[in-house]
């Protein structure tokens, strides 16, 4: 057997940041993601890589953005209403052409809403909260070793696209355990970050400053933005690139299925033991687990549709992801909907359990 | 000893503060050197003392489906007074080993495997209530046989460190529970 | 003025060039005060490693100044400086911003900052008003003064009191220099620059966070032709925000 550590899935964050060689981490208290601060404040000063605990969200976010546009790998973390306050963070370094990882952990919302999880962020990532209207790429881990893994990936697709990258985590799989394989992951060479903020002196053959901007006056590309057009331009041809080449999505029990659930995050553990128990019942049930939220894998949700299947979607919200499958699907097939109102108990400890999702085939097929 | 199921689910549950999730976090930890997959969920309230604690583990030779599980194979339950709202927790033909004091607990399903164990009344004469998870823990151990006892004794002595006197208590409970298991097993 | 390319030129005196024209409305200060910053760190050989974070406004003027630059968030530039310093403490970091950008919405920033003593310079455009957007009540408007949002004047009861950046920020350990300084005469632009000289001088040193404050005119929301803003500076504003240094430590504490 491989080698392997029972790890939390908030600290496999921090594994797989460190592993994916994180120079920083700024961030702020919240819950349910304290670990990953309390572990990063622990252990980067260990490893010579900088921490600093902010003042506030907005204060983590515009931090990551110092560290982001100076050419470092940098992060944050969060959850809740210190998501919101990162918006125009956001938008500001999705403007401003610089990469960086930003990881949150699910937890019920809106406002001040519960500190347990929920899948209630699905809209927020992947429209993007802040001004603006710019496009990131989510990753929706299901656990520990993925958070692990993806946290690695993460910053890999944010250099090579200079653009933040999400990891869609929730109170769920970031406070289990389970047995992780620490291992660095390999991506391919990426180039110089030719365009970082350092001082003058480290781009002497440039005649001119550098200067990073969230608007058409970045310097950043040295071809220049002359009107703001041409700043759109490159943005959107950007955001084609991600679409194209990072949708990520899997199957599970798909070959012959009549009924195909599609789901992320934690649900998507329960919905894969829910199947495992409707198969035993003769019920011909798959699962697509979309990968990235964002780009969602429209095409192959659509297949299922031309194949003639009905499809359920479930998630931990009050109906998100729901009204993008049926985009997807458009209107080829029947789209249903189980969410947080049929978790097992209405305190916020409730969930979304396996016999609740076997009811639900069962009512379908 | 090859462990015998490719697949052990357990449910530890009770009240906060009788070490519900300690005793989950060492057959976790002994699991991993056996299994190549293993989950343990804890779930808890707001209060640490008092309120309602349950884990979840799964140890497995195939990836876990989910780490969540409303219904699993056993339950062991430190909280008699918890009984009939555990008894839908087990999958069809579960084994519940429940503490026996206290408990009034007149099971719908016929199909399950309910075990009473006096727990608490020896865990008192070993040094406090506090031991009663390993003595229960042990008799699932010795029941279910998911791994080696001795993988168990080795995490609670890395876990105890060299508080020599709680490690003697802790070891003498966990081992208590072996014994009490195989009287049942007989 | 806007949409024409900058043409870079050599000023007498200076090893190396800045952009013209330099932006701003006829009296306005901000360049005045880019400039000095530009000039300072040219003079201590320190503009090849010095990277600047502006706020937004007026106040981020110094995108004119050929020094590697990211233009911060409202408020947020402290934030953005502490990143870059503690990634590369070899580099001169600076932010420049206004008035409302550092006490109003980058309040909590600041006082970050601050409290955390990071080892940066924050240079601070007192122009009691929100310039850019045409003249709003910022923190520092004067009681009496009339913006196009306390349209009667300021009036205590309705918006409070001017703040006092420079004296505040003294009052934090983690701040090894505050000072303030005004740039409407010629001996008042000398201490300035001498303020803003010995601020860096303190980030070289690592004692701390170094502030400075500098009052500066606004002519067309203050509707003052430009000499008449100078003498308003020393007639009004000095006597409420006193110039001098408030603090200076060889370390924090």
């Known amino acids: 057997m491989t080698e392997r550590t029972l790890v939390k899935g908030n600290e496999a964050v921090c594994w797989g940041a460190v592993n994916a060689g994180l120079d920083a981490f700024f961030g702020y208290p919240i819950t349910p993601q304290n670990e990953v601060i309390e572990w990063f404040a622990r252990e980067l000063p260990k490893r010579g890589k900088v921490f600093v605990q902010s003042q506030s969200e907005n204060g983590a976010i515009m931090m990551v953005y110092g560290g982001a546009a100076a050419g470092f790998r940098v992060m944050t973390s969060t959850a809740g209403p210190g998501w919101s306050l990162m918006q125009e963070g956001m938008s500001h370094l999705a403007a401003a052409d610089v990469p960086c990882v930003i990881v949150i952990t699910q937890r019920g919302g809106p ?59 929730d109170g769920v799989i970031g406070l289990i355990l389970e047995a992780v394989e620490l291992k660095p992951l390999e991506f391919e060479p ?56 990072e949708v990520r999505s ?116 | 000893m090859q462990h015998e199921a490719s697949t052990a689910e357990l449910i530890v549950a009770g009240v906060g503060g009788q070490g519900v999730l300690f005793a989950g976090q060492m057959l976790a930890l002994a699991g991993l050197s056996k299994y190549q997959y293993v989950s343990y969920m804890p779930s808890y ?32 339950l430190l909280d008699s007074s918890q009984a009939k709202m555990f008894e839908g927790r087990l999958r ?41 998870n390993l003595i229960m823990l042990g008799v699932y151990m010795e029941l279910m046989k998911p791994i080696e006892p001795d993988l168990i004794l080795k995490e609670i002595e890395k876990k105890t460190g060299d508080r020599t006197e709680l490690l003697e208590r802790n070891r003498a409970a966990f081992n208590k529970g072996l014994e009490l298991g195989r009287a049942v097993a007989a | 003025m806007s949409g024409e390319t900058a043409t870079k030129v050599r000023v007498t005196g200076l090893k190396r060039s800045f952009f ?37 406004g007026c106040a981020a003027g110094i995108a004119t100044l050929n020094l590697d630059t990211v233009l911060g968030s ?61 003249g709003q009540t910022a923190p520092t ?58 601020a860096f001088q303190k980030q070289l040193e690592g004692a701390g966070l170094s502030f400075v404050e500098v009052l500066s005119a606004c002519p067309p929301n203050w509707r003052m032709e430009p000499t008449e803003c100078l003498n308003w500076i020393t007639d009004k504003m000095i006597p409420e925000f006193p110039l001098g240094e408030f603090k200076n430590s060889s370390k924090t504490g």
């Open chain 1, 111 to 169: 406002g001040q809403g519960s500190i347990r999880h929920a899948q209630m962020d699905y809209n927020n990532v992947t429209r993007g909260g802040g001004a603006g209207g710019y496009k990131n790429i989510v990753l929706a881990p299901n656990s520990v070793q993925e958070i692990h893994d993806f946290m690695q990936l993460a910053f890999h697709l944010a250099d090579k696209y200079c653009n933040p990258v999400l990891v869609l985590s």
């Open chain 1, 190 to 245: 990426l180039p110089e970050k030719e365009w970082a903020v350092k001082g003058r002196d480290t781009h002497p053959e440039e005649m001119m400053r550098r200067f990073i901007h969230s608007s058409p006056a970045s310097g950043k590309f040295r071809e220049g933005y002359f009107h703001y057009g041409a700043w759109l331009e490159h943005m959107d041809q950007r955001h084609h690139q991600m679409a194209e080449a």
């Open chain 1, 250 to 365: 899997e199957t599970y029990q798909a070959e012959d299925a009549e009924l195909m659930i599609v789901a992320f995050g934690y649900v998507s553990r329960v919905c894969t033991e829910a199947i495992n128990r409707a198969r035993a019942e003769g019920l011909k049930v798959g699962l697509l687990r979309p990968i990235t939220l964002w780009p969602l894998d429209s095409q192959a949700i659509r297949e299922q549709a031309d194949k003639g299947r009905q499809i359920l979607v479930i998630e931990d919200n009050l109906g998100q992801l729901v009204d993008d499958v049926k985009c997807a699907v458009e209107g080829k097939t029947e789209v249903h909907f189980l969410g947080m109102l049929s978790r097992h108990m209405p305190t916020d400890g409730g969930m979304i359990m396996p016999g609740r999702v076997l009811e639900e085939i069962r009512r379908i097929l």
């Open chain 2, 45 to 76: 309230g707001v209060e640490k003392r008092g309120g309602p604690s349950e884990c979840t583990l799964v140890l497995s030779d195939e990836p876990v489906a989910s780490p969540i599980l409303d219904q699993a194979q056993t339950i062991v």
């Open chain 2, 92 to 132: 069809p033909g579960g084994t519940m080993i429940v503490e026996k004091t206290g408990l009034d607990f007149q099971p719908e399903r016929t199909d399950l495997n309910v075990i009473p164990i006096s727990g608490l009344e020896i865990a008192m004469g070993m040094g406090g209530a506090m031991v009663n």
């Open chain 3, 20 to 56: 013209v024209p330099l932006i701003g409305c006829p009296g306005c200060q901000h360049p005045i005060v880019s400039r000095t910053v530009g000039e300072v760190l040219e003079e201590m050989e320190m503009d090849g490693t010095a990277v600047v974070v502006t706020g937004i």
């Open chain 3, 74 to 134: 409202h408020g947020g530039a402290p934030d953005t400086a502490t990143a870059i310093k503690r990634l590369r403490p070899e580099c001169m970091v600076v932010t420049m911003q206004g008035d409302g950008d550092c006490i109003a919405i980058g309040a909590g920033s600041f006082i970050g900052a601050m409290t955390r003593g990071e080892n940066i310079t924050i240079i601070m455009s007192n122009n009691t008003n929100y310039g850019t957007t045409g």
């Open chain 3, 141 to 198: 408007t004067l009681i009496g003064q009339k913006t196009s949002t306390s349209p009667e004047g300021r009036d205590p009861l309705r918006e409070g009191y001017p703040v006092h950046v420079a004296e505040l920020a003294a009052t934090f350990q983690g701040v090894a220099y505050s000072a303030r300084g005004a740039v409407n005469t010629a001996a008042n632009y000398q201490h300035t620059k001498k303020y803003i000289r010995n």
